[in-house]
């Protein structure tokens, strides 16, 4: 039987259907189904290589399907640097509750796969670093606090720099320089190359490289590893009365 096209359906465009299962909290429906089907298709291509070569030996047939999956595996994560994972990232999203680090950022052994697609893997680290941006900004600032600890010098440049702008807070506020801009343009400026000098001879920007590059690679691997979960659970009150009804 063949289906003839509906004139009255509507199409959807995927971002404003994808903006609508985010707010609706099934994002994780989509997540689950993209899964499900590439683990259909691995089946069947498994099935059909079979088929083709039923003249080869099974280790070779095993072997030809494990060397096709890694190579799959390794562009999918090489497709994790050609995009911005914080395209999605807005200003509110720090300004929530931090989700729970066990339940909800870490979760079990279950909470974890192998993106299936490059499409997968964005979907979930756009979605995951909306969800956990407060827990990544955290670990960056213990990733950078352990980079400090294993430079002293950048600590106590850190430091220095920090005493700096407190001075010139303090000076500005004493003497007060707003009423006199030149002057408060010039020691501003002295300050900022102050600040440049420090930072370069204490090796500060190396700490903050270093902490900038761990945290990024950290975020990438977990929010693309990780599963989407329900944005939205339902509360015990509502179950309470759904099943008082």
């Known amino acids: 039987m063949v289906f003839k096209a509906n004139p009255l359906a509507l199409s959807v465009p995927e971002q404003a259907f994808e903006s609508w299962l985010r707010d609706s909290g099934y994002l994780e429906i989509l997540d689950q189904r993209t899964s499900d089907l590439h683990r259909l298709s691995a089946a069947d291509s498994t099935i059909e290589l079979h088929n083709s070569s039923a003249d080869s030996t099974p280790t070779s047939i095993i072997c030809s399907g494990f060397f096709v999956s890694l190579f799959s595996r390794i562009c999918t994560l090489l497709s994790l640097i050609t995009f911005n994972p914080f395209s999605k990232l807005v200003a509110e999203d720090f300004s929530g509750d931090t989700p729970s680090w066990t339940l909800a950022f870490f979760g079990s ?107 990024y690679a950290v975020l990438i691997l977990h929010a693309s590893f990780r599963k989407l979960t329900p944005a939205k659970q339902p509360s015990k009150d509502g179950n309470r009365r759904i099943d008082q009804r």
Do not use: M
């Open 109 to 215: 052994s279950d909470s974890y796969s192998f993106p299936s697609s490059p499409s997968q893997a964005r979907l979930r680290v756009h979605e995951n670093v909306k969800r956990f941006a407060r827990n990544y900004a955290l670990l960056f600032v213990v990733f950078f606090a352990c980079s400090l600890y294993q430079l002293p010098l950048a600590l106590v440049g850190l430091i220095s720099c920090l005493s700096l702008w407190d001075v010139f807070k303090f000076c500005a506020d004493r003497w007060e320089l707003y009423k006199r801009p030149s002057l408060r343009q010039t020691l501003l400026h002295i300050a900022q190359c102050a600040t440049a000098i420090i930072l370069f001879f204490f090796n500060v920007q190396l700490a903050l490289v270093c902490a900038i590059g761990v945290s």
